[in-house]
Nanobody, 118 residues
């Protein structure tokens, strides 16, 4: 089994920054794409950013130029640097390891709250 543990959420002021981290542990034998999703009450979970094993990245339009996703394959860790935060970034952020179903995935973290407010 694989476990994902997130950290780094919290409260930030508009224009501020936060850095999320997600460490994967357990039976990991592959380097699969990883990503960050977010969800607010009453809405579907949305993909914020993703990164392949080779470092190719993808972002939702609303965070382009403000968020940066990166990963350390040796440590099975993915990061999300969030700058110039806006109130609409407030959500629970979830880490995802997009392992194919035939390999037991995908896997999700427990979520970390990010609140942007003055």
């Amino acid at each position: 089994q694989v476990q994902l543990v997130e950290s780094g959420g919290g409260l930030a002021q508009p224009g501020g920054s936060l850095r999320l981290s997600c460490a994967a542990s357990g039976s990991i034998s592959r380097i699969d794409p990883m990503g960050w999703y977010r969800q607010v009450p009453g809405k579907e979970r949305e993909l914020v950013a993703s990164i392949t094993s080779g470092g190719n990245t993808n972002y939702v339009d609303s965070v382009k130029g403000r968020f940066t996703i990166s990963r350390d394959n040796a440590k099975n860790t993915v990061f999300l640097q969030m700058n110039n935060l806006k109130p609409e970034d407030t959500a629970v952020y979830y880490c995802n390891l997009n392992t194919p179903r035939r390999w037991g995935g995908p896997f999700w973290g427990q979520g970390t709250q990010v609140t942007v407010s003055s």
